[in-house]
């Protein structure tokens, strides 16, 4: 497994990370890179030790670089059809990230004019 990219786990959404937990981010992100066929990724541990922070600072961490999906299956527990709030958080964030993508695209075109 390659060393961790430590210089993209430094910035901004990493500031209140008092337990280093960005290595731990990179590390997951390198691990996933690297296995084409993992798609899925299940962390468990006890409640209040931090797996919401540590999802939505790695999630907040990714935007800049990747398309990213953050789903939280206990905020949609009152679905029936899990499945369905799966496919529509993916559709949501997806339309959202490329209306992103398309206005930076845009402005680099106008820059470049």
């Known amino acids: ?12 959404p990493w500031e209140g990370d008092l337990m280093s937990r960005h290595l731990t981010a990179s590390t997951l ?3 996933l890179d690297e296995n084409d066929d993992i798609r899925v990724l299940n962390i468990n541990a006890p409640w209040g030790t931090g797996k919401t922070w540590f999802i939505k600072t790695w999630y907040e961490n990714m935007l800049p670089i990747r398309p990213a999906v953050y789903f939280n299956a206990w905020q949609n527990d009152h679905i029936n ?3 369905i709030a799966v496919v529509s958080a993916i559709s949501e964030q997806a339309k959202q990230q490329m209306n992103t993508t398309d206005k930076i695209n845009e402005g680099i075109s106008l820059e470049l004019m």
Do not use: G, K, L, T
């Open 1 to 12: 497994m390659a060393e961790p990219n430590q210089d993209v786990f430094q910035y901004a």
């Open 29 to 31: 992100q390198n691990y």
């Open 81 to 83: 059809d899990p499945f």
